[in-house]
């Protein structure tokens, strides 16, 4: 679920309430480790893909209706480790990427309805549960389709991860 809130004009912005569904593919197979029930790669490379489908439900600070719309979103990520044997090590340092595109069938009025991203950087395993990351963020939007994506975003995204 995320809950957002977007300027799109200088006397517009819009709240954003939306759900989400999504499925990982391992494209690399793994092995599970029972006693940490984590899964973990066969191979060094980990190379995943994130579908997600999202309901988007947009309200606005005018008079504009609210709008609703399905978006599919399809990540490839890619992760290298570099002083250990797999990315599921403690104390692994890893290169991270991934690539993602955000599509609509409809074409509602605001500005991130079709996306592009593209982030790329390093992280740190520190245990199975904290991580840190540093990524350099590159976002192209387009408003509709007959207009083509311009730059939106550059941005580092600094992280720590905590997973459960």
């Not at 092995?31 to 191979?43: A, G, N, S, V, W």
């Not at 995943?48 to 489908?53: G, H, I, S, V």
């Not at 790329?120 to 939007?141: F, I, K, P, Q």
Request: aromatic letters at 10%; hydrophobic letters at 35%.
């Amino acid at each position: 679920m995320q809950l957002a809130r977007t300027r799109q004009t200088d006397h517009q912005t819009s709240t954003e309430i939306t759900p989400r569904f999504g499925l990982r593919f391992h494209l690399l197979s793994n092995i599970r480790d029972e006693l940490l029930i984590e899964k973990q790669p066969k191979r060094r490379v980990v190379l995943r893909n994130l579908l997600r489908l999202e309901w988007r439900n947009l309200y606005y600070s005018d008079d504009t209706p609210p709008s609703s719309t399905l978006r599919v979103r399809d990540r490839i990520e890619l992760e290298f480790p570099f002083n250990r044997a797999r990315v599921t090590e403690d104390g692994v340092i890893y290169a991270t990427s991934d690539a993602e595109w955000f599509w609509t069938r409809t074409n509602p009025a605001e500005r991130f309805a079709n996306k592009q991203r593209v982030r790329a950087g390093l992280g740190r395993r520190w245990s199975y549960a904290w991580r840190t990351e540093v990524m350099a963020v590159w976002d192209r939007s387009r408003d509709s389709a007959d207009h083509g994506f311009t730059t939106a975003d550059v941005a580092i995204d600094l992280r720590l991860r905590r997973v459960c």
